[in-house]
């Protein structure tokens, strides 16, 4: 059974940076587009990155408007693992945030792309 296994969350204060790590276990990892979203109190879950398989030309990334600037999304296919950099958190941040996978069609923003899920790690930033 696939497992996607999410590390790194933590509280800091507005300002510091955190990485967030997904272990990717029994998935053809390289072929899937990986994404991490987040999920704060009483909200749906918001997307917040997503990477594609790496290509002739590297993988693509994409941002939410609200993390663009401040967060990279970046892979390891030797180590099956994706990686969220976070810098410049702002308490806004405060979530649980998910590890993601789907393949290559459908929306990479849209929730319902995504078939396998991490069981998600908390950040909370304090201002």
């Known amino acids: 059974q696939v497992q996607l296994v999410e590390s790194g969350g933590g509280a800091v204060r507005a300002g510091d940076s955190l990485r967030l790590s997904c272990a990717a276990n029994?998935?053809?990892?390289?072929?899937?587009?990986m994404a991490w979203f987040r999920q704060s109190p009483g909200q749906g879950r918001e997307f917040v990155a997503a990477?594609?398989?790496?290509?002739?030309?590297?993988?693509?990334?994409y941002y939410a408007a609200s993390v663009k600037g401040r967060f990279a999304i970046s892979r390891d296919n030797n180590k099956d693992m994706v990686y969220l950099q976070m810098n410049s958190l702002k308490p806004e941040d405060t979530a649980v945030y998910f590890c993601?996978?789907?393949?290559?069609?459908?929306?990479?923003?849209?929730?319902?792309?995504?078939?396998?899920w991490g069981q998600g790690t908390q950040i909370t930033v304090s201002s």
């Open positions: 029994r998935l053809t990892f390289p072929n899937y587009r």
């Open positions: 990477i594609t398989p790496i290509g002739l030309s590297g993988p693509t990334t």
């Open positions: 993601a996978a789907s393949g290559t069609g459908g929306a990479y923003a849209h929730e319902q792309t995504y078939l396998k």
